[in-house]
């Protein structure tokens, strides 16, 4: 069984991703064989937070190339986690935007 560690990788930091913290979303880079149920629990056990909803999506790599080498980043899949409204916000990201 995995564990909420397993699932939730890391956070994404972007411009777009901090947009969307005023509205209670949080975005996370999760495993790929992580399904929304599994993610939701996730969140809400390492961040002691109420979950609303989870939307999914699959982030193909790109092509790049290092001089005449030419390969490609890693596909992964990014999970935006919506908070209810009368839950807390995620204590890591707050003093970020």
């Keep these: 069984m995995k564990t909420a560690q397993d ?10 991703s901090m947009d969307g ?3 209670g979303k ?4 999760v495993a ?7 993610i939701k629990k996730a969140v809400e ?3 002691n937070v109420e979950v609303a909803k989870v939307t999914t999506m699959n982030v ?7 001089g005449r080498y030419e390969g490609m980043t890693a596909s992964w ?3 935006v986690v919506t908070l209810t409204p009368d839950s807390k916000t995620i204590e890591f990201f707050e003093g970020m935007y």
């Design 7 to 16: 699932i939730i990788i890391k956070p994404v930091i972007t411009e777009k």
């Design 21 to 23: 913290l005023q509205e």
């Design 26 to 29: 949080y975005t996370f880079k």
């Design 32 to 38: 790929k064989d992580a399904t929304k149920p599994e």
């Design 45 to 47: 056990k390492l961040f």
């Design 60 to 66: 193909k790599g790109k092509m790049k190339r290092v």
């Design 77 to 79: 899949k990014k999970a």
